[in-house]
C-alpha cells in the first residue's frame, strides 16, 4: 500500500487544505482502504489474506519461536519484496524491474519521509531544500514518478503489450506516475511558484491519494500485495514452496 | 523440516520402480485395520493409475470468474506463451499452456503436480503480448494463483 | 455435330455446370445414378452448410429446381452411362436407366465427369465400435439428426456429453491416407449446431490437427470462444460399450495423459473417399483413377482436364474438397464443354 501514504511535506498555515484536514482524511482512507483489501481478497474465496501474515507470526506450525518467526519474516521480506529477488531473478528486462523497484522504493520512501516530517514540527515549513527529510520526500517522489513512467512506457513501446494490456493497468500505472509527478510539482511551485498554483497541485496531489487508496484494492495491486504476503507466509511456515 | 523431509522420502518405498511413480499417485493411509489386525505399513499402500477417467470444468468455469481469468476459454494450446516465457525456460515445472489445460480439462493429479509453481510468474507480460488469441495468459497466472488457493478449487472433483 | 453436353452425376458440381450451359444456350443431358438429384448433400440430409450455416436448400434448391424444370436440361435419374465412343466434339453414348432396364443412345459433342464421393463407412474400422455399439454415429448420420432437430441417442433421451473424433478413415495408411479436407469443419460447425440444439451438452473434439483452411477458421475460433467446446489433442484406440455408455480411450497428447472416458453419444468424422460410381464412370469413358481411386487429372493442379480431349472432370470425385469449390468447379468444367461447343457448333 506503499505510495498512497506521501502526504507532501509543504504545509502551510495559512494553506487552503489545512494540515489537520489531511491528517482526517488519511485517517478515514487508509483504513478504508485496507478494509477494502481485506473484502477484496475475501471476494476471491481464499483463506490467505495479506493479513494473515501477523496471524502466522504466532502460529503453531513452523520455526519455533518468536523472535525466529520475526527474522524469517523481515528477511523473506527483505529478499522477496524489497529487492524484487523472485520478480528480478525471473525477469529477462532489467527496465522492467527497475520501474517496479523504482515504484516501490519510491512510494515507500514517500511515506517514510512522511512519517518523519510529521513527527518533526510540522510547521517548520517550508523547509530548506537541504533538509534530509524533504530531500528524501523529493527523490522518493521523483523515483516513484520515474517508475511509473518506465513501466507506462515499457507498455507504449511495444504495439503487441500496448494491445494486450488491461484498462485497470493503465489506470493503475497513470495514477502512480501522477501521484509522484504531482509530488514533485508541489514541491517546485513551494519554491518559486505562485501560492495559488501551488495549492491547486497540492490539492490535485491529496485527490490523486485518495483515488489511489480507494482504487488499490480493485488493482492488480491487491494481487501482489497479496501473492507478495502468501509468499512470505510460506517461508515463514517453513512451507516447501516452488524453488526460486 | 528434517521430519517433513523423511516422511516424503518414505511415501510408498516399497514400491519397485519407486522413482517412476509420482507422490501425487500413492495413496498411504496412516493406519490400516482390517478385522480388528493392525495391517499398517505397505499393505495400505496404493498406487493411483495415470489414467485419466473424467474431464472436469468446475475450476475452470471458477477461473473465468476471477479477475483476469475471463478469456481463457480462447487458449487453443499453441503454446506461444511458454515459448517466450522466462520463467518456463528456467524452470519445467512453471509452463502457461500446460497450467491452462490441465485447469481446462480438470486434471487434478497433475494440478496438485504443478499448481505451487504458478508463483513463480514474475509477471513480465511478455506472455500476453505474444498470444495470438488475446487469452491474457499473464492475467490468467493470476487468476489461477487465486484459484488454486480459493474454495472454487476445492469444488472440482 | 451435336449442341448437346452429357453431365455424369447431378450433384454440386454436375447441377452447376449443367445449369450454366443451359443458361449459356447448350443442351443437357443430366445423368444421375440415384432416384433423386442433388447428390450428397440432399442424399445424406445436410442440414446446413459450412462456413456460414447456411441452409442445405438454400444453395441446392435453386440448382435443383432449374434442372427439373429447363426444357434444356434432359435429366435421367436412376440411370448409368454404360459406353462411350467417339471423339470429342461427337461422342455417343449408352444411358441404362437402372428401374427398367432400358438403354437410350445419345450423341454428345463432350463429357462433364462429377460423380462425387463416398462417406467412409466407418465399421470397415473396427476400433470405433461403429454398427456394433449403440450412440456411435456418422457426421452425415448426425447431419439428418440436426436437420429434423431431434438429437437423441438410441434410447431416445438427447445426449449430455458428445465426442467427436476427427479422421475416421482418413490420414491412416489401414484406410485412406488423405485427408478429407472439410470433416474438421464440417464436424465444428455439427458441434456447434449441437450446442444451439440440445444446449445443455459438453461436447469434446478429439483430433490430430484441426484443418479448418481459409475462412473457415473462424468456425474453430467461434466453438471454443462463443460455445466452450473442448478441445483434446489425440487419435482414439478404442470405444468400447459398457452397455450403458461408450468407453472412450485415447491420450490427451498435450498432458502424455492416457484416458478413458465414458460418452453418451460419439459422433465419426467419416472422410470422403471415391465411390462406385465414380470407379464405373472412369471405366467406361476409360480415364485413369490414382493410387487412391479419384480421377486423375492430366496434371494435378488443372483439374478439369481428364486427360482425354472432351472429357472434363469437376469436384470430389477428382479430390476431397468444399461444396464452394466443387461449385466452381461444375462452372469451370462448364466453361470448358462451352469452349468444345464453340469450337464445333454455332450455339
Same mark, same amino acid.
Given at each position: 500500500?506503499?505510495?498512497?501514504?506521501?502526504?507532501?511535506?509543504?504545509i502551510?498555515?495559512n494553506?487552503?487544505?489545512g494540515?489537520?484536514?489531511?491528517?482526517?482524511?488519511?485517517a478515514?482512507?487508509?483504513?478504508?482502504?485496507?478494509?477494502?483489501?481485506y473484502?477484496?481478497?475475501?471476494?476471491?474465496?481464499?483463506?490467505f489474506t495479506?493479513?494473515g501474515?501477523?496471524?502466522s507470526l504466532?502460529?503453531k506450525?513452523?520455526?519455533?519461536?518468536?523472535a525466529? =518467526?520475526?527474522r &524469517?519474516?523481515?528477511?523473506?521480506?527483505?529478499?522477496?519484496?524489497?529487492f524484487?529477488k =523472485?520478480?528480478?531473478?525471473?525477469?529477462?528486462?532489467?527496465?522492467?524491474?527497475w520501474? =517496479?523497484?523504482?515504484v516501490?522504493w519510491g512510494?515507500?520512501?514517500?511515506?517514510a @519521509?512522511?512519517l518523519?516530517?510529521?513527527?518533526?514540527d510540522?510547521a517548520?515549513?517550508?523547509?530548506?531544500?537541504?533538509?534530509?527529510?524533504r530531500?528524501l520526500?523529493?527523490?522518493?517522489?521523483a523515483?516513484l514518478?520515474?517508475g @511509473?513512467a518506465i513501466?507506462?512506457?515499457?507498455r507504449?513501446s511495444?504495439?503487441a =503489450?500496448r494491445?494486450?494490456?488491461?484498462?485497470?493497468t493503465?489506470?493503475?500505472?497513470?495514477?502512480?506516475?501522477y501521484?509522484?509527478?504531482?509530488?514533485?510539482?508541489?514541491? &517546485?511551485?513551494?519554491?518559486?511558484g505562485?501560492?495559488?498554483a501551488m495549492?491547486a497541485?497540492?490539492?490535485s496531489?491529496?485527490?490523486?491519494i485518495?483515488?489511489?487508496?480507494?482504487?488499490?484494492?480493485?488493482?492488480e495491486l491487491?494481487?501482489?500485495?497479496w501473492?507478495g504476503?502468501?509468499l512470505?507466509?510460506?517461508?515463514?511456515l517453513?512451507?516447501?514452496?516452488p524453488?526460486g | 523440516m528434517?521430519?517433513?523431509?523423511r516422511?516424503?522420502e518414505?511415501?510408498?518405498r516399497?514400491?519397485?520402480?519407486?522413482?517412476y $511413480?509420482?507422490?501425487?499417485?500413492?495413496?498411504?493411509?496412516e493406519?490400516?485395520?482390517?478385522g480388528?489386525?493392525d495391517?499398517?505399513?505397505r499393505?495400505?499402500t496404493?498406487?493411483?493409475?495415470r489414467?485419466?477417467?473424467?474431464f472436469d470444468?468446475?475450476?475452470?468455469?471458477?477461473v473465468?470468474?476471477l479477475?483476469?481469468?475471463g478469456?481463457?476459454?480462447?487458449?487453443?494450446?499453441?503454446?506461444?506463451?511458454?515459448?517466450?516465457c522466462?520463467v518456463?525456460?528456467?524452470?519445467p515445472?512453471?509452463?502457461p499452456?500446460?497450467?491452462?489445460?490441465?485447469v481446462r480439462?480438470g486434471?487434478q493429479?497433475e494440478?496438485e503436480?504443478?499448481?505451487?509453481y $504458478?508463483?513463480?510468474c514474475?509477471g513480465?507480460?511478455?506472455?500476453?503480448?505474444?498470444c495470438?488469441k488475446? $487469452?491474457?495468459p499473464?492475467?490468467?497466472?493470476?487468476?489461477?494463483s487465486?484459484?488454486?488457493?480459493s474454495?472454487?478449487?476445492?469444488?472440482?472433483? | 455435330?451435336?449442341?448437346?453436353?452429357?453431365?455424369?452425376g447431378?450433384g454440386?458440381?454436375?447441377?452447376?455446370?449443367?445449369?450454366?450451359l443451359a443458361d449459356?444456350g447448350?443442351?443437357?443431358?443430366?445423368?444421375?445414378?440415384?432416384?433423386q438429384?442433388g447428390?450428397?448433400?440432399?442424399?445424406?440430409?445436410?442440414?446446413?452448410?459450412a462456413?456460414?450455416f447456411?441452409?442445405?436448400?438454400?444453395?441446392?434448391?435453386?440448382?435443383?429446381?432449374?434442372?427439373?424444370?429447363?426444357?434444356?436440361?434432359?435429366?435421367h435419374?436412376?440411370?448409368?452411362?454404360?459406353g462411350?465412343?467417339?471423339?470429342?466434339?461427337d461422342?455417343?453414348?449408352?444411358?441404362?436407366?437402372?428401374?427398367?432396364?432400358?438403354?437410350t443412345?445419345h450423341?454428345v459433342?463432350?463429357?462433364?465427369?462429377a460423380?462425387?464421393?463416398?462417406?467412409?463407412?466407418a465399421?470397415?474400422?473396427?476400433?470405433y465400435?461403429?454398427?456394433r455399439?449403440?450412440n456411435?454415429?456418422?457426421?452425415?448420420?448426425?447431419?439428418a439428426m440436426?436437420?429434423?432437430?431431434?438429437?437423441?441417442?438410441?434410447?431416445?433421451?438427447?445426449p449430455k456429453?458428445?465426442?467427436?473424433?476427427?479422421?475416421v478413415g482418413?490420414?491412416?495408411?489401414?484406410?485412406n491416407?488423405?485427408?478429407?479436407t472439410?470433416?474438421?469443419g464440417?464436424s465444428?460447425?455439427?458441434?456447434?449446431?449441437?450446442?444451439?440444439?440440445?444446449?445443455?451438452?459438453q461436447?469434446?473434439?478429439i483430433y490430430? *490437427?484441426?484443418?479448418?483452411?481459409?475462412?473457415w477458421?473462424k468456425?474453430?475460433?467461434d466453438?471454443?470462444?462463443k460455445?466452450?467446446?473442448?478441445?483434446?489433442?489425440?487419435?482414439?484406440?478404442?470405444?468400447?460399450?459398457t452397455g450403458?455408455?461408450?468407453?472412450v480411450?485415447g491420450?490427451?497428447t498435450?498432458?502424455?495423459?492416457?484416458?478413458?472416458v465414458?460418452? *453418451?453419444?460419439?459422433?465419426?468424422?467419416?472422410?470422403?473417399?471415391?465411390?462406385?460410381?465414380t470407379?464405373?464412370?472412369?471405366?467406361?469413358?476409360?480415364?485413369?483413377?490414382?493410387?487412391?481411386?479419384?480421377i486423375a487429372?492430366?496434371?494435378?493442379n488443372?483439374?478439369?482436364d481428364?486427360?482425354r *480431349?472432351?472429357?472434363?472432370?469437376?469436384?470430389?470425385c477428382?479430390?476431397?474438397m468444399?461444396?464452394e469449390?466443387t461449385?466452381?468447379?461444375?462452372?469451370?468444367?462448364?466453361m470448358?464443354?462451352?469452349?468444345?461447343l464453340?469450337?464445333t457448333?454455332?450455339?
Amino acid at each position: 500500500m506503499g505510495p498512497s501514504e506521501a502526504v507532501p511535506l509543504i504545509i502551510d498555515r495559512n494553506a487552503i487544505v489545512g494540515h489537520a484536514a489531511v491528517v482526517d482524511l488519511m485517517a478515514v482512507l487508509l483504513p478504508l482502504s485496507f478494509v477494502l483489501l481485506y473484502l477484496r481478497v475475501r471476494g476471491w474465496d481464499v483463506p490467505f489474506t495479506p493479513f494473515g501474515i501477523f496471524a502466522s507470526l504466532f502460529a503453531k506450525e513452523g520455526k519455533p519461536g518468536f523472535a525466529a =518467526r520475526s527474522r &524469517a519474516l523481515l528477511s523473506a521480506t527483505a529478499q522477496d519484496i524489497l529487492f524484487l529477488k =523472485r520478480a528480478g531473478g525471473r525477469c529477462e528486462e532489467p527496465l522492467h524491474t527497475w520501474g =517496479r523497484g523504482l515504484v516501490m522504493w519510491g512510494a515507500l520512501g514517500s511515506v517514510a @519521509a512522511t512519517l518523519l516530517a510529521a513527527l518533526t514540527d510540522p510547521a517548520a515549513v517550508p523547509m530548506a531544500l537541504t533538509d534530509p527529510v524533504r530531500l528524501l520526500g523529493d527523490l522518493s517522489q521523483a523515483a516513484l514518478a520515474s517508475g @511509473a513512467a518506465i513501466l507506462i512506457l515499457r507498455r507504449l513501446s511495444n504495439g503487441a =503489450r500496448r494491445r494486450a494490456t488491461d484498462i485497470h493497468t493503465w489506470s493503475l500505472q497513470c495514477l502512480l506516475l501522477y501521484v509522484g509527478l504531482s509530488g514533485v510539482a508541489v514541491d &517546485a511551485l513551494s519554491q518559486g511558484g505562485s501560492f495559488l498554483a501551488m495549492e491547486a497541485m497540492y490539492i490535485s496531489q491529496l485527490a490523486s491519494i485518495s483515488a489511489l487508496l480507494l482504487y488499490a484494492p480493485f488493482s492488480e495491486l491487491a494481487f501482489l500485495v497479496w501473492k507478495g504476503s502468501l509468499l512470505v507466509q510460506k517461508s515463514l511456515l517453513d512451507e516447501a514452496g516452488p524453488p526460486g | 523440516m528434517a521430519a517433513e523431509e523423511r516422511k516424503k522420502e518414505e511415501k510408498g518405498r516399497f514400491i519397485a520402480e519407486r522413482r517412476y $511413480v509420482d507422490d501425487q499417485r500413492i495413496v498411504e493411509p496412516e493406519k490400516l485395520e482390517a478385522g480388528g489386525v493392525d495391517m499398517s505399513g505397505r499393505w495400505g499402500t496404493l498406487v493411483l493409475p495415470r489414467t485419466i477417467e473424467e474431464f472436469d470444468h468446475s475450476l475452470f468455469e471458477g477461473v473465468k470468474r476471477l479477475p483476469r481469468g475471463g478469456k481463457v476459454g480462447k487458449c487453443w494450446q499453441c503454446g506461444n506463451c511458454t515459448a517466450v516465457c522466462p520463467v518456463a525456460h528456467a524452470n519445467p515445472m512453471f509452463n502457461p499452456r500446460y497450467l491452462i489445460h490441465i485447469v481446462r480439462m480438470g486434471y487434478q493429479a497433475e494440478i496438485e503436480k504443478v499448481k505451487d509453481y $504458478v508463483y513463480l510468474c514474475s509477471g513480465c507480460g511478455l506472455c500476453s503480448a505474444a498470444c495470438p488469441k488475446d $487469452v491474457d495468459p499473464q492475467g490468467v497466472m493470476i487468476a489461477l494463483s487465486i484459484a488454486f488457493k480459493s474454495g472454487r478449487a476445492k469444488g472440482g472433483r | 455435330m451435336t449442341g448437346t453436353v452429357l453431365v455424369v452425376g447431378g450433384g454440386p458440381a454436375g447441377l452447376r455446370a449443367a445449369v450454366d450451359l443451359a443458361d449459356f444456350g447448350a443442351r443437357v443431358l443430366l445423368v444421375e445414378k440415384r432416384d433423386q438429384l442433388g447428390g450428397a448433400p440432399v442424399r445424406w440430409k445436410y442440414r446446413s452448410l459450412a462456413p456460414d450455416f447456411t441452409p442445405t436448400e438454400e444453395v441446392m434448391g435453386p440448382l435443383i429446381g432449374f434442372c427439373e424444370s429447363s426444357p434444356m436440361v434432359e435429366v435421367h435419374k436412376g440411370s448409368v452411362v454404360e459406353g462411350c465412343e467417339g471423339s470429342v466434339g461427337d461422342f455417343t453414348v449408352k444411358v441404362r436407366n437402372e428401374a427398367d432396364g432400358t438403354t437410350t443412345e445419345h450423341r454428345v459433342s463432350s463429357v462433364i465427369v462429377a460423380t462425387g464421393f463416398e462417406h467412409f463407412d466407418a465399421s470397415v474400422d473396427p476400433r470405433y465400435a461403429y454398427g456394433r455399439a449403440p450412440n456411435v454415429i456418422g457426421i452425415n448420420e448426425l447431419e439428418a439428426m440436426l436437420k429434423e432437430g431431434r438429437v437423441v441417442g438410441h434410447d431416445g433421451r438427447p445426449p449430455k456429453r458428445v465426442a467427436f473424433i476427427f479422421c475416421v478413415g482418413s490420414r491412416d495408411r489401414s484406410t485412406n491416407p488423405w485427408c478429407c479436407t472439410v470433416c474438421c469443419g464440417v464436424s465444428i460447425k455439427q458441434a456447434i449446431e449441437m450446442k444451439q440444439t440440445l444446449g445443455d451438452v459438453q461436447v469434446y473434439m478429439i483430433y490430430m *490437427d484441426i484443418r479448418t483452411v481459409g475462412l473457415w477458421e473462424k468456425l474453430y475460433w467461434d466453438s471454443m470462444e462463443k460455445y466452450g467446446i473442448n478441445y483434446i489433442r489425440g487419435r482414439v484406440g478404442e470405444v468400447y460399450y459398457t452397455g450403458e455408455k461408450l468407453l472412450v480411450k485415447g491420450e490427451d497428447t498435450l498432458v502424455r495423459g492416457p484416458f478413458e472416458v465414458l460418452f *453418451d453419444m460419439v459422433v465419426l468424422a467419416v472422410g470422403i473417399e471415391p465411390g462406385p460410381g465414380t470407379k464405373q464412370a472412369a471405366g467406361v469413358l476409360g480415364l485413369k483413377l490414382n493410387e487412391y481411386g479419384f480421377i486423375a487429372p492430366r496434371q494435378p493442379n488443372v483439374h478439369v482436364d481428364s486427360g482425354r *480431349d472432351g472429357i472434363f472432370l469437376a469436384g470430389t470425385c477428382i479430390a476431397p474438397m468444399s461444396i464452394e469449390e466443387t461449385l466452381s468447379e461444375g462452372s469451370a468444367a462448364a466453361m470448358q464443354a462451352a469452349k468444345v461447343l464453340k469450337k464445333t457448333v454455332a450455339v
